[in-house]
Every structure is written in structure tokens, then in C-alpha cells.
């Protein structure tokens, strides 16, 4: 792919490193740092959290995707990353419980939250991320027992903390999906066994 990327961690549980499926070869070409991080007793769910980021701005994904050949990340003019939404009384969030659940996490930090991100578009930035997973871990939230559900932070929840404190727009620009379009940056390589039902995950 022809990216903006320069770091990778990769969060594992104790995998050896040559089964992994990495071309080690190319990211040492392309001059990419590859960190492997042990989850410990972690869920998967809190990855984005617990990752150890030394740049500024990163994004997240699992094994169940891949980058588009070319990838462009949008930024205003002073800097901001370009960050896509729905809002949260749309029937692009109704129909779906895992967008609920995002919401009413989110509303636990700001009650006027009212916009759903994919954890897949979001670019975090590394201090507000930490800021935001150190709250998430005092407020002891209890996983849901719906598996088809965020059980872990998600950037909708990032987004409500930090509109909370006043952050969103000196840090964003946000743009609605309906309106301007959508171009994913990830294609989905794989598909995860899943018991959810039909279009349940969104």
C-alpha cells in the first residue's frame, strides 16, 4: 500500500514471531518499525488503549483488514484529521445495537453526545487517547453481556469524553457520512466467525 505510515504495534497473545503472517521483509524496505506487545491477561477490546504509541496521531484495526492500495488521510488546513459520523438518531444507528451501546457509553461522559464514529475511522491522538482510557478505567463499566456489542472503549466513547472537555473542535473536524460521503480506509480481508446475527456489528 502507499500510505502515510511509519510505525506498527502489533497486540498478541504470546504468538511466536514467525507465525505471524507479516512480510518483515517489505516493512524493513518501506523503513516501517514493527512492535510486537504481549495482551498479558488484557481483552482484545482495550488494544487501543493499552498499545504503546510514540507518534502523535494513530489509527486502529484488527487481522480481518487490510489497507487500501492508496491512502490518503484528510487534514484541514491548521492539521486536523477529517473524521466521518453518523448521527446518533439516524436510522444508520438505530438498526444497529452495537452503535446504541457506543452512544450510551458515550453519554456516560458527555450527555450531548449524540455522534457515532467506527473505531476504524478514527485517527486518536496519543495524549488524549491516554487521558480519555485512564478515565474509562476509573469508571469500572461492567462488559455487556451481548457479545454482538462493543465490550470496550470505542471511539464514540473517545469522542464523547473529549467533547466533554472542550476538545473536539481545536482537535477535529468532523463530517457527516449522508451528507459528503465515505471512503473506508481499510477492506475487509477476512470475515471472523461470528454468532451475531446478520447485520448486528456495525
Given at each position: ?19 505471524l ?7 524493513y ?23 504503546p ?105 473517545y ?44
Open positions: 500500500s502507499d500510505h502515510p505510515f511509519r510505525e506498527i504495534v502489533v497486540l498478541t497473545s504470546k504468538p511466536p514471531a514467525n507465525e503472517q507479516v512480510d518483515w521483509d517489505k516493512l524496505f518501506k523503513e516501517i518499525s514493527v512492535t510486537l506487545v504481549d495482551r498479558e491477561m488484557s481483552h482484545d477490546s482495550m488494544d487501543w488503549c493499552m498499545a504509541m510514540a507518534s502523535k496521531w494513530f489509527m486502529y484495526t484488527n487481522t480481518y483488514f487490510r489497507l487500501r492500495n492508496t491512502i490518503d488521510i484528510m487534514v484541514t488546513d491548521d492539521g486536523r484529521p477529517l473524521i466521518p459520523f453518523v448521527h446518533s438518531d439516524s436510522k444508520d444507528c438505530d438498526d444497529f445495537p452495537a452503535c446504541v451501546t457506543s452512544i450510551y457509553r458515550a453519554k456516560s461522559f458527555d450527555p450531548d453526545a449524540d455522534k457515532h464514529i467506527q473505531d476504524f475511522d478514527m485517527i486518536f491522538q496519543r495524549e488524549l487517547r491516554d487521558d480519555f482510557c485512564r478515565t474509562w478505567s476509573w469508571q469500572n463499566f461492567v462488559p455487556p453481556g451481548d457479545p454482538c456489542v462493543p465490550q470496550g472503549p470505542t471511539a464514540s466513547s469522542l464523547g469524553f473529549i467533547g466533554a472537555t472542550r476538545r473536539v473542535r481545536k482537535t477535529y473536524k468532523l463530517y457527516e457520512k449522508s451528507i459528503y460521503g465515505y471512503r473506508s480506509l481499510f477492506l475487509r480481508a477476512s470475515t471472523p466467525y461470528s454468532s451475531c446475527e446478520g447485520g448486528r456489528r456495525l
